[in-house]
């Protein structure tokens, strides 16, 4: 055991220590620093921290701790996505399963009789979403009357994507005494109602506030038109040699844009809910694994990979929500590393692109189209607002940029060059 480990004197136990020293984790990040001694304390928590940031052992650590020590029950994680599920499951098993935890993974899609078959043999911590949870307890193969741990990770995602109802179910279905960590990345009036209603003074731990991006991660955007998306794509992939990560507004678009790119040579895969759940693993091996270069994903994907060193991101469209771009950026620049961000607007997105500028508190830098793509036509609209650190307002989104993309009131003279330094 390494005594010099920041983990050391967060009150760990000695064999998980081992395990940690092990696996090279020396560093805590600082969402786990400030989580992991209250947690093991038994104090119910909320964490808001961007993702990419540490948090599945944030809980995670605790809760193998607490299910060790025999008296707090079963653990239970709660996940928006398949995707989350299956890597919590994965980070969880190679802290635990040296030290004899048994975990069940309840998923959509997976088959029934292995979930049926973990939960019977009385798993130590059980990790699922939220409406598998449900069938398990409709049909009575779940209990949920002895978990001592409940953890609801990405919960402002949950809510979001229209789980609150399953989640009132699962929280109304655990003991009344019991442990409640509640991570997530934003925090919406909803989760402040469900710490009242159901955490015991909930300490809350914010370590950035939304929209804080890692210091390590350069963004840009291209104004670009609809028609010359695919092509200035095909530029960039061959612009950038290591792992791209491309997402798509609906699965239908990432279905396509994934086929294009495999029809020009690049080996390429595709992340959304019309795929399977062995499909979605075997994007997201692949993926990890290099066997394809470039994984094309809707939002499904936002929040749910944890794949180390993706060189760059590339938002082909925009997002529906300003908040889901902080989270499919973040998906670069991980735990230290450095990353890239590049995004495609069209002259009708202004609006769009203001509100995420709005979250971020600051104008995102404006790329040069390559000469061989036509200059999309702008219409004259006033200068962008000063983006200082303040909170978020609304305006009207008539706000954007002058004729021919020139950006105006940011104090730059000049845009930067189509390929910037990195």
Same mark, same amino acid.
């Given at each position: 055991m390494n005594e010099f480990s920041g983990f050391y004197k967060l009150g760990i136990a000695p064999g998980i220590l081992s395990i940690l020293d092990k696996l090279k984790f020396t560093v805590p990040t600082p969402i786990q620093e400030r989580s992991i001694p209250l947690a093991i304390e038994g104090k119910d928590l909320i964490g808001i921290a961007q993702t990419g940031t540490g948090k599945t052992l944030a809980f995670g650590i605790p809760m193998i701790q607490g299910v060790l020590r025999r008296k707090n029950g079963i653990g239970l994680v709660v996940l928006p996505t398949r995707e989350l599920a299956l890597q919590v499951e994965e980070s969880l098993q190679k802290i635990g399963r040296g030290l004899g935890i048994k975990t069940a993974l309840l998923i959509g899609g997976a088959p029934m009789g292995r979930q049926i078959s973990d939960i019977r043999r009385k798993s130590d911590i059980v990790i699922g979403t939220p409406g598998r949870i449900i069938d398990h307890l409709e049909q009575r193969i779940l209990s949920l009357s002895n978990v001592g741990i409940l953890v609801l990770d990405e919960a402002d995602r949950m809510l979001d994507m229209g789980f609150a109802p399953q989640l009132k179910r699962i929280l109304q279905s655990v003991p009344t005494e019991k442990q409640t960590m509640l991570f997530s990345a934003t925090m919406p009036p909803e989760i402040g109602t469900i710490a009242k209603t159901f955490m015991k003074l909930p300490l809350q731990i914010e370590i950035a506030p939304p929209g804080t991006?890692?210091?390590?991660?350069?963004?840009?955007?291209?104004?670009?038109?609809?028609?010359?998306?695919?092509?200035?794509?095909?530029?960039?992939?061959?612009?950038?040699?290591? !792992?791209?990560?491309?997402? %798509?507004?609906?699965?239908?678009?990432?279905? *396509?844009? =994934?086929?294009?790119?495999? +029809?020009? &040579?690049?080996? !390429?895969?595709?992340?959304? %809910?019309?795929?399977?759940?062995?499909?979605? *693993?075997? =994007?997201?091996?692949?993926? +990890?694994? &290099?066997?394809?270069?470039?994984?094309?994903?809707?939002?499904?994907?936002?929040?749910?990979?944890?794949?180390?060193?993706?060189?760059?991101?590339?938002?082909?469209?925009?997002?529906?929500?300003?908040?889901?771009?902080?989270?499919?950026?973040?998906?670069?620049?991980?735990?230290?590393?450095?990353?890239?961000?590049?995004?495609?607007?069209?002259?009708?997105?202004l609006g769009d692109l203001r509100d995420i500028e709005r979250l971020l508190h600051k104008p995102l830098p404006i790329a040069e189209l390559p000469d061989s793509l036509p200059k999309p036509i702008l219409h004259s609209v006033p200068a962008r607002p000063a983006y200082g650190r303040r909170p978020p307002f609304r305006s009207s989104r008539s706000h954007g940029y002058g004729s021919g993309g020139t950006r105006r009131g940011s104090g730059h003279s000049r845009r930067p060059s189509y390929r910037p330094s990195r």
């Amino acid at each position: 055991m390494n005594e010099f480990s920041g983990f050391y004197k967060l009150g760990i136990a000695p064999g998980i220590l081992s395990i940690l020293d092990k696996l090279k984790f020396t560093v805590p990040t600082p969402i786990q620093e400030r989580s992991i001694p209250l947690a093991i304390e038994g104090k119910d928590l909320i964490g808001i921290a961007q993702t990419g940031t540490g948090k599945t052992l944030a809980f995670g650590i605790p809760m193998i701790q607490g299910v060790l020590r025999r008296k707090n029950g079963i653990g239970l994680v709660v996940l928006p996505t398949r995707e989350l599920a299956l890597q919590v499951e994965e980070s969880l098993q190679k802290i635990g399963r040296g030290l004899g935890i048994k975990t069940a993974l309840l998923i959509g899609g997976a088959p029934m009789g292995r979930q049926i078959s973990d939960i019977r043999r009385k798993s130590d911590i059980v990790i699922g979403t939220p409406g598998r949870i449900i069938d398990h307890l409709e049909q009575r193969i779940l209990s949920l009357s002895n978990v001592g741990i409940l953890v609801l990770d990405e919960a402002d995602r949950m809510l979001d994507m229209g789980f609150a109802p399953q989640l009132k179910r699962i929280l109304q279905s655990v003991p009344t005494e019991k442990q409640t960590m509640l991570f997530s990345a934003t925090m919406p009036p909803e989760i402040g109602t469900i710490a009242k209603t159901f955490m015991k003074l909930p300490l809350q731990i914010e370590i950035a506030p939304p929209g804080t991006m890692a210091d390590n991660l350069t963004q840009e955007v291209f104004m670009v038109g609809r028609e010359s998306k695919d092509a200035l794509l095909k530029k960039l992939l061959y612009d950038y040699k290591g !792992s791209v990560l491309v997402f %798509s507004r609906t699965k239908h678009g990432a279905k *396509r844009i =994934a086929k294009g790119l495999r +029809d020009l &040579g690049h080996t !390429s895969a595709e992340l959304h %809910s019309n795929r399977s759940l062995n499909q979605r *693993r075997d =994007a997201l091996n692949g993926f +990890d694994t &290099g066997r394809y270069r470039i994984l094309v994903a809707t939002d499904i994907a936002a929040r749910g990979i944890d794949v180390q060193g993706i060189e760059v991101v590339i938002n082909y469209d925009l997002p529906m929500q300003a908040e889901d771009y902080v989270h499919r950026i973040g998906r670069t620049g991980r735990a230290g590393a450095s990353g890239h961000a590049i995004s495609f607007a069209t002259p009708d997105q202004l609006g769009d692109l203001r509100d995420i500028e709005r979250l971020l508190h600051k104008p995102l830098p404006i790329a040069e189209l390559p000469d061989s793509l036509p200059k999309p036509i702008l219409h004259s609209v006033p200068a962008r607002p000063a983006y200082g650190r303040r909170p978020p307002f609304r305006s009207s989104r008539s706000h954007g940029y002058g004729s021919g993309g020139t950006r105006r009131g940011s104090g730059h003279s000049r845009r930067p060059s189509y390929r910037p330094s990195r």
